[in-house]
């Protein structure tokens, strides 16, 4: 998958931008403030529909307009496609091949991307939340069955929810009955899903981490599915005086997580900063990687990494994602290219070059 071209038009300080990117390697260099995060920001709105920045989504509006418009054309699989949207203050539409897109789903299946940015290390010492949503976006990608599930878990959980919170009669006992065989039977799927995906994941976290951090202890990571017990409707149905008493589902997968644990503790109490900078990337160059072996081959976006790592890390880090084949884009701040980059042997058709300021870009090489 690679992105051949981009148009960004009024997205905060960029007015107007229409980049051709190299198929493979392209840098975007350029001082603090410049747009370079907000070019990264457009791939991952048009994948999303949403950013990866903090803030309100208004704030993403230039000031040119009352709408901002992302357009991308894309190669995805061996055919070309052409994805947009627009976004207001309080509206938003998406287009694929110049048809309306009533769900969002559908830019991230065409325009998938793992992305480093500063907030990686939250992968880590981070709350449950950042691990769900990690391993989530690889089942996303590999299961098309699992979106749906996970829609379904969420809309029961929800009503189970408002019901716990009612006055217990047997009237509401009897609808909990229900619900809970609803719930138990789309929670055992995602957590089916979750499993197989980490099962894949695992073992190439642990041959990519010792790549990047050689001084780094041997760790554990284990799936942790939400809940205790085997079966979720049993779980259920032991725990609902529970449930009651709390006003909400205290277990299940929306409790799930990565537990990534040092011999008994937590990594992220044992771990130095770099250190666990080092196990984040660790864990999205596997999903690279694993995302690669189910037939999915997404973009790598890098938001300065020169400010996260040492150089020696560095150089380690970006020889292994270069070597994945995927289109990458990289910004840094310094005015001229890496030094990591004579490491590869690359002539100048190997990669492209663009400099930003004021939210302007000039394509270098």
Not at 201 to 212: D, Q, S, W
Not at 269 to 281: I, Y
Not at 328 to 356: C, G, N, R
Request: aromatic share 8%.
């Amino acid at each position: 998958m690679q992105v051949l071209k981009l148009s960004v038009s009024n997205f905060r300080n960029i007015e107007q931008a229409d980049v051709e990117p190299h198929p493979h390697l392209n840098f975007i260099l350029g001082p603090n403030g410049a747009g370079k995060t907000s070019l990264l920001e457009t791939l991952v709105l048009l994948s999303k529909g949403r950013s990866f920045r903090s803030g309100n989504h208004k704030d993403l509006i230039g000031p040119i307009n009352k709408i901002l418009q992302l357009h991308c054309l894309l190669e995805n699989k061996g055919k070309t496609h052409r994805l947009g949207i627009e976004r207001g203050a309080s509206s938003w539409r998406g287009r694929l091949d110049g048809e309306d897109m009533k769900q969002r789903s559908g830019m991230a299946h065409l325009l998938p991307h793992v992305l480093f940015e500063p907030n990686s290390h939250l992968l880590v010492d981070g709350g449950p939340d950042y691990r769900r949503r990690y391993l989530d976006w690889s089942v996303f990608h590999v299961k098309p069955a699992f979106l749906s599930t996970w829609y379904r878990f969420h809309r029961c959980l929800k009503q189970r929810n408002a019901l716990l919170k009612r006055q217990h009669n047997s009237e509401n006992n009897t609808i909990l009955d229900a619900l809970d065989k609803q719930l138990a039977e789309s929670a055992e799927s995602i957590s089916a899903f979750r499993r197989q995906a980490f099962n894949q994941l695992r073992p190439i976290i642990m041959e990519t981490l010792p790549v990047i951090a050689p001084d780094i202890p041997e760790l554990n990571l284990e799936y942790n599915k939400g809940w205790r017990g085997e079966g979720y409707l049993e779980y259920l149905q032991l725990n609902r005086q529970r449930d009651i008493d709390a006003g909400q589902t205290l277990g299940g997968p929306h409790r799930a997580n990565i537990d990534l644990l040092l011999f008994r503790d937590r990594i992220k109490d044992r771990f130095s900063r770099g250190q666990q900078k080092a196990l984040a990337s660790a864990l999205l160059i596997a999903q690279t990687t694993h995302l690669k072996k189910s037939g999915i081959v997404p973009i790598i976006l890098l938001d300065d990494p020169a400010s996260e790592f040492d150089s020696a890390t560095l150089s380690r880090l970006l020889r292994d994602i270069y070597n994945t084949n995927n289109q990458m884009w990289i910004t840094s701040v310094e005015p001229k290219l890496p030094a990591w980059i004579d490491e590869l042997s690359l002539s100048q058709t190997d990669y492209t070059v663009f400099h930003v300021e004021h939210g302007k870009f000039q394509k270098m090489v």
